[in-house]
């Protein structure tokens, strides 16, 4: 009974070394830069009994779960084929010319933050069949990072330093250094010496000097420098003061420009008002040549129809109710001459000429 257990198990282990089978990767996580290039291995061998048409295949089961496995790249029939997957067209590739050999590792170039996933290699030579999972992790640097005094530079203020990346994967880790003078971090200041942000209280010429941030993660990292110069404080009364007075020297000037605006309108309005008056309120004088005119032209109409027999008589009363003063000054227009009249008298009346 033992004999025979003793052969069986013996046979199992010939089976399992004749089968396909792939070499464990040495990480199974993988964490690479954004943009950089990331070699997912994918190491096999062949058993003796594994006689059919070899078969690669790699596929992406996406991070969010979301979406099913994707091929990316195939290898089949002495073909390539990675044109299956649009977002990683052009950046997958196999490492080896010669994938009968055992390898069929690949790599991914020009890493994205969308190319995080578990990537898994499948060979197949039947009758044997072996795959592996690799987990593809990508992280961005830290870059971009800016150094700056978040408050005013003065004896006895406070203020922050601080230390802030454009990009970057979490976490991130600070550190502070001091290169100038003594080159060592003010002892209120030790205990943020890790931290993005350095509260200063109360500050003292002392603090002046050269600082340096450094910004790390996993894949990277980034520095920035600043200069810290703590000065005396300015004189701020006399500046309060000057603002005052500029403030007050605007107020003038626009209070004169109003009311010149205003006093020029009060003008205008004024001319505008007596204009007017005279236009419509007051007519023009009559001219006291028409008025003679008109009183001679009536007395023509009368005259023509009157007879000899009246004649005396209307000479004696109408003449003498002309009035003196027109009669007299119509000779003054110097556009109309003194009327002058010829009387001729016929049998049948009086013709005025």
């Not at 964490?31 to 061998?45: D, V």
């Not at 203020?157 to 970057?168: H, S, V, Y």
């Not at 003292?204 to 420098?225: H, K, L």
């Not at 000057?242 to 309108?265: D, P």
Request: charged content about 25%; glycine content about 6%.
């Amino acid at each position: 009974m033992a004999l025979l257990l003793r052969v069986v198990l013996l046979c199992g282990v010939a089976d399992l070394i004749r089968s396909l089978s792939i070499t464990p990767p040495d990480q199974m996580m993988i964490e690479k830069a954004k943009g950089e290039t990331a070699y997912l291995p994918c190491k096999f061998t062949i058993g003796p009994d594994d006689q059919g048409p070899l078969d690669i295949e790699w596929l992406l089961s996406p991070a969010d779960n979301q979406q099913v496995d994707q091929v990316i790249i195939l290898y089949s029939g002495d073909k390539i084929y990675d044109n299956y997957h649009e977002a990683l067209k052009g950046r997958v590739h196999f490492t080896s010319n010669d994938l009968k050999a055992g390898d069929a590792s690949i790599n991914v170039t020009n890493l994205q933050l969308s190319d995080i996933g578990t990537y898994q290699c499948k060979v197949k030579k039947a009758p044997g069949v072996a795959n592996k999972k690799v987990l593809l992790t990508v992280l961005v640097k830290p870059s971009g990072t800016r150094c700056f005094v978040d408050g005013s530079e003065e004896i006895g203020n406070d203020f922050k330093l601080k230390c802030e990346p454009r990009e970057g994967s979490l976490p991130l880790r600070y550190e502070w250094q001091k290169l100038s003078d003594s080159q060592k971090m003010p002892t209120p200041w030790l205990a943020e010496m890790t931290s993005p942000v350095i509260t200063v209280r109360n500050a003292t010429s002392e603090y002046s000097g050269i600082y340096t941030c450094t910004v790390q993660n996993r894949v990277g990292s980034d520095q920035c420098r600043l200069n810290l110069d703590v000065v005396p404080p300015s004189n701020r009364a006399g500046t309060i003061a000057g603002a005052i007075i500029g403030i007050l020297f605007a107020l003038v000037i626009i209070g004169f420009i109003v009311f010149c605006c205003r006093k020029k309108r009060r003008e205008e309005k004024y001319e505008k008002e007596v204009h007017h008056d005279i236009r419509e309120d007051v007519p023009p004088p009559k001219s006291r040549t028409s008025t003679a005119r008109s009183y001679i032209g009536s007395n023509h109409s009368s005259l023509g129809s009157m007879s000899p027999s009246n004649m005396e008589g209307y000479s004696k009363t109408q003449y003498n109710q002309v009035p003196s003063e027109d009669f007299e000054r119509a000779p003054q227009s110097p556009t109309l001459p003194p009327a002058k009249f010829k009387y001729t008298y016929k049998p049948d009346g009086i013709t005025v000429v």
